[in-house]
């Protein structure tokens, strides 16, 4: 019998990414309504140690977000050994080796200057998060992964998952249900969402995020080596790092194996380690014929130089930086906010919340009732895959505070049930022309049904009219009690009308605004609610 | 052999994975299987004999008012699969009165299943989210706190509402319904008593709104008939109503206390419009104010005339 080999030593870093993938996706299944008001654990933790987020929302809010802090201690641990993370623990990483054997072989001829993108997307990040462009959330990995996740991969999962079960369920014989239907119940249980949803932007989610994979054919990591800016954050705490790969022989030429095999690029043709680019993968401990390579405590820094952009490149950049916001500022829809554009309870005022909001959809994915949606172009290009609420595809649950539990930079804010249930996010209104009592002499009130303030904001006058056919009927007339009415959006959805809703909520009154309000003493009066 | 991918091969390929993908997923011949069984239920004939009780120590008073109508055995027989249908329709914990009381569906469960019962079902077409209603409401917890593998308190399954024809309906001629409801060897309603701003009051007729598909709201239109109709396939073996809260005002979801009388009453009758009527008394209204219960006495549903509806009181 042979003699039980140690495992290799890139058998360890493969553990560990599948370990963290594998919380990575047992958290974003978590992040769901978990049969109490509280939520323990959600995949905001990813978020939290997310560095890259942690300085741009600082930047952003003018002060340290506390939410974020543990996001520094994954920059100091890069400091002392470079980018273990990447090679390690980042699920972007992760899926992107793994969909490597489906990619095959290439060849690498990406032109050098592409790499210094992730430099300059990092400043662009850092600059525009100071004067008030928020961009973090569209080139940071994790908003990415998750936002294609929420919004696309998954819905369509469930989807097919349920339309299989479905199919055997009602057209399958009784054996095959015998094995589907525990299977079903499984999958049910613990994988699938509990009601299938569907998202506004689940296509251009999805494009996002399967460019990245797709940007694998020209180059392995390709996304990691030269767009990721929170690798290039990374990278730049991983010039100082002692802890790193080194060579022992540099220059040795024997057959650049090395600088072929690193999946980042970072060995040149001399057999030099650059640690901004290395991800500690260990491939080249494992296959270096010699053994040349190991890891330890570097005695100075490598001869490789470091990268980064040019000083023209920079103050350049910086300039943008500055100027772009300006651009953004001059359009209508800072001083008219669109009308139908609802943001969750909890929401800041609309500038700190764009800041502050890293476009990852996890308030998307939690929200039970399916009501909040990315955003397009309502709150300007920079608001794209921020969350609005969309009643009419679904309403805010009156006692659920969800949202505000996992957004992972206080960009809606984590209120108490009790207090969130005064938070105006809009006002209803009946449109006469429509709502069938009103306009056809015929009862409904299922909008009065469903309002869920305890002293209705929706309440109903009984009036004598005449309907279609010429009697006169008495019929329960609706209408909404603006001091009480908190846009919960449950109205619009459940209005029976085929189509458009007969009342319609908007943002008119809410409170993070109070200057758009309508009534404004009326909803603060402590006498109502 | 050729491994290369020419023109034809990739064409071929295609066409056959996308086809046998649209297949599993667009399933297009229907099979399906005959639900003419599940509408065709023998119905039980008419009693009009109602148990009233009350008393605070709700699984004792559950007791007692089902012993007073001939006990769980007169409609459980031993190897029945049993439905159970509260009201759990919103997201208010019990204390609100917008739901059946966790103790009185618990209570008719544990009964179930010493009267011999094979399976309890226990579910509701919410109208908020569900989980958060089935949690709130407290039955799930009261439930599942029973652990018993024959009473399950389950979240409607979308797969399994079937299209049923309404041939004696007058307004309503077809609707999608549970086919658990209707499969039900033993169908028990239990509704909460409660205020409801179109029907007037929500009790047993509104109570079976919760085993229907589609666009519920719909139904508004003409309620009072729909609801007739609808009594017309769905009925229940016995109606057990619970007004050991009752919602007076703001309903049907309420949310103040001060909109809640404590009653500590339970009504029971194999009857649904004589339990529906007894329990609009409990309100100071003359049941022939409920609109619903009205249409559908008319449709010999049921007996609405208190002179021929005997009380059987405890204590």
Sequence with gaps: MAMRKTPPPTFWRRLSQVLFLVLFLVLFVQTDYQGKDELSGAINLLFRIDPLIGLSVSLTARSFVVLIAPSMFLLLSCFLAGRWFCGWACPMGTLLDASNPLVGSRKDNIPRPISKIRHGLLVIIFVGALFGLPLVGYFDPFAILVRGLTMSIYPAFSMAVEQLFTLTYQHGPPWLNFATEPLYRILRDHILPFEQKIFTLALPAAIILLTVFLMELFQRRFFCRNICPLGALLGMAARLAPWRIRNRQPGCRACGGCSEICRTGAIDDLGRVSNERCILCLDCLQQCPNHHFDFGRAKRASAAASEGLSRRALIGTIAAGIAVPFLFAVRPLRRHPEARLLRPPGARPEGEFLGRCVRCGECMQVCIGNALHPTFAEAGVEGMFTPRLIPRIGYCEYQCTLCGQVCPTGAIERLPASKKQKVVIGRAFIDRNRCLPYAKGIPCIVCEEHCPTPQKAIRFRSEKIENEQGTVIEVKQPYVIDSLCIGCGICENKCPLPGKSAILVTSAGESRHTSFGLNESSYIDPEYH | ?315
């Design chain 2, 1 to 315: 052999m050729d491994h290369n991918m020419d023109r034809r091969r990739f064409l071929r390929d295609a066409a056959a994975w996308s086809l046998s993908f649209s297949l599993i997923l667009h399933w297009p011949f229907p099979f399906r299987i005959d639900h003419a069984e599940a509408v065709g239920r023998p119905t039980p004939p008419f009693q009009t004999r109602v148990g009233i009780g009350k008393g605070a120590n709700y699984p004792q008073l559950v007791r007692r008012v089902i012993a007073l109508i001939g006990g769980m055995e007169a409609f459980v027989r031993p190897g029945m699969r049993v439905v159970i249908k509260p009201n759990i329709s919103f997201d208010r914990p019990p204390e609100m009165g917008a739901t059946t009381h966790p103790m009185v569906v618990r209570t008719l469960a544990e009964m179930a299943v010493e009267a011999g019962a094979d399976q309890v079902t226990i579910f509701d077409r919410t109208c908020n989210e569900a989980r958060r209603c089935y949690h709130t409401s407290g039955i799930l917890p009261a439930i599942e706190a029973m652990n018993s593998s024959t009473i399950r308190c389950e979240y409607i399954d979308g797969r399994k509402f079937v299209q049923v024809d309404i041939p004696e309906g007058r307004s309503l001629k077809n609707w999608t319904i549970y086919r658990d409801a209707l499969e039900a060897d033993c169908y028990i309603n239990v509704p909460v008593a409660k205020q409801h701003g179109l029907a007037g009051l929500s009790l047993g007729l509104k109570n079976n709104m919760g085993v229907l598909g589609g666009n519920r709201g719909r139904l508004h239109r003409k309620l009072d008939q729909n609801l007739a109709d609808l009594a017309t396939i769905i009925r229940p073996t016995l109606t057990v109503i619970d007004a050991t809260r009752m919602l007076l005002r703001n309903g049907p979801q309420g949310g103040r206390l001060e909109d809640v009388l404590i009653n500590n009453t339970v009504i029971a009758s194999a009857d649904p419009l004589a339990a529906d009527a007894c329990a609009t008394e409990l309100f100071g209204q003359s049941p022939d104010q409920v609109g619903a219960t009205v249409s559908a006495a008319a449709m010999n549903l049921g007996t609405l005339q208190m002179d021929r509806i005997s009380r059987i009181e405890w204590p």
